[in-house]
């Protein structure tokens, strides 16, 4: 058996002999059924260290920050005087504010979802299982981890660093049938996906789970940036409990999307007919004038022996497309955290005018409670009033009838007045912060790289042709943009780093294999961790190797500088 040290040698000579190069996924394995192979093959651009590897956190650190720091100023001290909790949603926390993109898969029982998610992960995560009969039976977070684990519910409710603290006011009758499931996965680096319970028709299990399945999906899909419908070819019909589900995504048409999975079930003419009753279907439960988009989709654990071929090249088009949709998350995600606080701004700014408006409607003495029921019959006439006084889009308005129902559990008299310096803040932010914010966000897509954005650029490698006589590298070099961070990662992540960090001894074996000495080796960590921590991440990681390549390409140890230029430090420069 090769020894730990022997496998780190071998490893590291792959490596090399590899360049570090992305990509390789779409070969391991063959079939006609060609399908999940592209999907692997094109989530290599998304996931195992790619340039959008914590995309918000790395490329758009600042600008987040600001956002944090405009919400927690100027717009959460407005929900908080005017219980915007009490009738909308909990204020905004850092981590709901940083959390990755989220994917929300909602259908009805057998449609997919579960077999969709290991397609695209690759694994099947710790608790799921696929079957003909309902199977998930609970909200299943499914997120990034160093090894597979499930936390449950209430752990994750209550843990800073997750985006789930919003969900205790669902009580425990939900969160024991919540839970997040870790695993390693490229394509978890980026995103969050939701796994949601089938639905079944019928009142028994509407009446029976404990909790308002309904009211779950809209805080979802308040803050899933894309929601996945699911439909098969032999199940088009929308049971009560799913068609209150799709009403529940009212204000967030623009994040559905409708997936018809198991095509490949029917002939290319009976395709055509499904695809007909489908969106006729919809258009009676989604009332919008746009038509949704639709992908055909053919997800298989074992892709079964009868399957249609004569619509492949349709599916493995549309599938694409689809694949297309979830790489633009990341890069969408941070302009989408924008788009959600101007929306919460703008109905916390209606929230306050109408809180303030019914308390100066009350009687000073007698007659509170009379007036209270009086105000609540009247409400549409009073969000008029709103309207016309402040000049308040109609379409800003909260659903007159939830509101009512939310109002009935407060005494008028303890509300707060409007306060202007309070809502001047507020308009501060929507008519001149977060609009200057808007502006700073980069132009160009951080997805691609450099020789992808200009396809006839000729990448420029460093190579000893480049070096002068004295054996110096060209001052490009020692710039963080040359640092091919991507081929880094695979080797990162196979020294399983805790908290995104990994230590000295565990770096010793690895970094020992490329056959430099250990006072050269010391110069390169001591170079490389530059926060002087003992530990290194996946940048100061891949400034190591970047480091190791000057020496090995024919720099020798006199190569390295004396001290780590700064502009080989992210955001140092």
């Not at 996931?47 to 956002?67: A, F």
């Not at 977070?141 to 800073?160: H, K």
């Not at 019914?358 to 007698?366: Q, Y």
């Not at 480049?466 to 020294?495: C, N, R, T």
Request: proline share 6%; hydrophobic share 35%.
């Amino acid at each position: 058996m090769m020894s730990t040290k022997s496998a780190k040698v071998a490893s590291y000579q792959a490596h090399k002999k590899n360049k570090f190069s992305r990509g390789g996924g779409g070969d391991r394995e063959g079939g006609a059924h060609s399908s999940p192979i592209a999907i692997r093959s094109t989530f290599n651009g998304i996931g195992g260290g790619g340039s959008c590897t914590n995309l918000i956190h790395d490329d758009y650190r600042p600008l987040m920050d600001e956002l944090k720091d405009t919400y927690r100023r100027k717009i959460r001290p407005l929900e908080t005087t005017y219980n915007f909790e009490g009738f909308h949603s909990a204020p905004l926390s850092d981590s709901d504010i940083e959390a990755k993109p989220m994917v929300l898969l909602l259908g009805q029982y057998s449609t997919g979802k579960t077999t969709f998610i290991r397609h695209l992960t690759e694994c099947d995560y710790p608790g799921s299982h696929i079957g003909v009969e309902p199977t998930t039976d609970r909200f299943v977070a499914v997120m990034n981890g160093v090894e597979s684990r499930v936390i449950p519910g209430n752990a994750a409710a209550v843990t800073s660093d997750m985006p789930f603290r919003g969900l205790n006011k669902f009580g425990q009758a939900f969160l024991t049938r919540f839970q997040v499931a870790q695993c390693p996965s490229p394509l978890l680096e980026n995103m969050t996906l939701i796994d949601t319970p089938g639905i079944l028709a019928g009142n028994k299990q509407r009446v029976e789970r404990g909790y308002d399945f309904t009211k779950t999906i809209e805080w979802f899909a308040e803050r899933a940036d894309l929601i996945l419908l699911f439909f098969d070819s032999h199940k088009l019909d929308i049971s009560d409990e799913f068609k209150s589900s799709i009403y529940a995504l009212k204000g967030h048409e623009e994040k559905v999307r409708v997936i018809l999975n198991k095509s490949d079930m029917v002939n290319q003419q009976q395709l055509m007919r499904v695809y007909g009753a489908l969106m006729w279907s919809l258009g009676k439960v989604i009332q919008t004038p746009e038509v949704m988009r639709v992908y055909l989709g053919s997800f298989w654990v074992n892709k079964p022996p009868n399957a249609f071929e004569d619509c492949r090249s349709l599916l493995d088009a549309e599938q694409a497309d689809l694949i297309k949709d979830l790489r633009d998350l990341p890069r969408n995600a941070a302009i989408r955290k924008v788009n959600e606080i101007v929306k919460r701004a703008r109905l916390a700014k209606v929230h306050a005018y109408i809180i303030g408006h019914l308390k100066k409607e009350m009687p000073a003495v007698f007659g509170k409670a009379s007036r209270q029921q009086e105000l609540i019959r009247d409400l549409d006439k009073e969000f008029t009033k709103v309207q016309q006084i402040h000049g308040v889009p109609e379409g800003d308005f909260p659903n007159v009838e939830k509101f009512r129902q939310s109002l009935r559990a407060y005494k008028f008299e303890s509300f707060s007045k409007v306060k202007e310096p309070i809502m001047s803040t507020v308009e501060e932010a929507l008519s001149i912060d977060l609009p200057k914010l808007m502006r700073r966000f980069p132009q160009g897509n951080p997805l691609l790289e450099q020789a992808q954005k200009n396809p006839f650029l000729i990448p420029e490698t460093f190579s000893l042709s480049q070096m002068s006589p004295g054996g110096e590298i060209p001052p490009s070099y020692w710039h963080f943009s040359s640092v091919d961070k991507a081929s880094s990662m695979p080797v990162f992540k196979s020294l399983h780093p805790v908290e995104g960090r990994i230590n000295g001894s565990t770096a010793k074996p690895y970094l020992m294999s490329t056959g430099l000495s250990m006072d050269v080796l010391a110069k390169v960590w001591t170079l490389a961790d530059w926060d002087s921590n003992g530990y290194l991440d996946e940048n100061e990681f891949a400034v190591a190797m970047h480091l190791i390549r000057a020496i090995e390409n024919g720099g020798g140890e006199g190569v390295l500088p004396e001290t780590l230029p700064r502009s080989m430090i992210p955001y140092a420069h």
